[in-house]
């Protein structure tokens, strides 16, 4: 079973990719779907940002340009709302969950990286990252970004600050520097078993695609990882 292990843990499962690659339809597929295998609340998924607590709302409020803010502390908010989840996913991992993350510290670091800032280098961007439960497995749904309206179910891109498509190119590259080609370790942040699925597939072949990845996928350790 792919939730609940014989270490009798939950698995921590990461999918990433551009704004528009289709992920939160696609988090709550496989929701969906290892609810049906292993049975009902045996899975859930976990939006990231969390825009519903006080941290959340200023990223809110930053993402829909209703604020400014340094970018160093823009990017330590987001850090830290990550942090605020920390112990609720660690729960629902130890109480036999498996948990779905809709985006997370790649996200963190991508979009920072790629905005370019003299004093923001990788090593800055990722220490605050550190510490944090690290994925099982990464999914990372790629998509072209000249393609990425194709997929979108969402009418309303362009709407918020990161939603430009010069800036998604810079963003994918960063995305592909951090997770690296799927060889272990090829990556600058261990983010566990890195898969890449090709987004620009119609959704139900994307699905299948991400059920069959997460299937073949063992949890190693009945401790989680942290990011180190
Ligand atoms: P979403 O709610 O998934 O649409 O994400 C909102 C936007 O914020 C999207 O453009 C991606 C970006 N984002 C998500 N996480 C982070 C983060 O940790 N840092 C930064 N700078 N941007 C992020
Ligand atoms: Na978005
Ligand atoms: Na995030």
């Not at 998509?143 to 998604?168: C, K, L, M, W």
């Amino acid at each position: 079973s792919t939730t609940s292990t014989s270490k009798n843990r939950g698995l921590l499962i990461l999918l990433e990719g551009l704004d528009r690659a289709g992920k939160t339809t696609q988090c709550q597929m496989l929701c969906n779907s290892l609810n049906e295998a292993n049975g009902p609340g045996s899975c859930r998924v976990q939006k990231v940002p969390d825009r519903t607590t006080q941290i959340g709302q200023m990223i809110n409020s930053y993402l829909a340009s209703k604020t400014t803010l340094p970018d160093q502390s823009i990017h330590l908010l987001f850090s830290a709302n990550r942090w605020e989840l920390r112990q609720t996913i660690l729960d629902s991992i130890y109480s036999g969950q498996t948990v779905i993350l809709d985006r997370y510290v790649p996200s963190g670091v991508a979009y920072s990286l790629a905005k370019g800032v003299a004093d923001m280098p990788i090593d800055w961007c990722i220490a605050p990252e550190r510490g944090l439960p690290r994925p099982d497995i990464t999914l990372f749904l790629d998509i072209e970004p000249e393609h990425a309206n194709i997929q979108s179910t969402r009418e309303d891109f362009g709407q918020e600050r990161y939603e430009v498509s010069e800036f998604q190119v810079r963003v994918r590259a960063c995305f592909k520097e951090i997770l690296g080609d799927g060889e272990k370790n090829s990556g600058v942040l261990d983010m566990g078993k890195v898969i890449t699925i090709d987004a620009c597939k119609d959704i139900k072949t994307v699905a299948a695609d991400i059920w069959q990845a997460v299937q073949s996928q063992d949890v190693e350790s009945s401790e989680i990882a942290t990011i180190t």
